[in-house]
Nanobody
Framework: QVQLVESGGGLVQPGGSLRLSCAASGRDFSRDVMGWYRQAPGKRRELVAR???????IYQPSVEGRFTISRDSAKNNLYLQMSSLKPEDTARYYC?????????WGQGTQVTVSS
């Protein structure tokens, strides 16, 4: 059974940092393009960052320079280092393939940026 389990979210003040992790199991994701998505209340889920098997990365303009996506293919893990967080980054964050695979959506991890 394929599972993607996100962790690392929490409550942080504006300007703070968090590191999200995504632990994948059930199959090898090392060849997949992977991404971090987020969904804020009342909004559609959006792609935040993506990384290829060759570690080429692309970011949504709103997070460019503040977020860093990385992967450890040996561990089948995906990461998102977030810094200079803003209230508008508040959302539930998910990892998945690109394009996303419906059956792979996990529970996500909540990130709340507030003073």
């Amino acid at each position: 059974q394929v599972q993607l389990v996100e962790s690392g979210g929490g409550l942080v003040q504006p300007g703070g940092s968090l590191r999200l992790s995504c632990a994948a199991s059930g199959r090898d994701f090392s060849r997949d393009v992977m991404g971090w998505y987020r969904q804020a209340p009342g909004k559609r889920r959006e792609l935040v960052a993506r990384i290829t098997r060759f570690r080429d990365t692309i970011y949504q303009p709103s997070v460019e320079g503040r977020f860093t996506i990385s992967r450890d293919s040996a561990k089948n893990n995906l990461y998102l280092q977030m810094s200079s967080l803003k209230p508008e980054d508040t959302a539930r964050y998910y990892c998945n393939t690109i394009p996303p695979t419906d059956n792979f959506w996990g529970q996500g991890t909540q990130v709340t940026v507030s003073s």
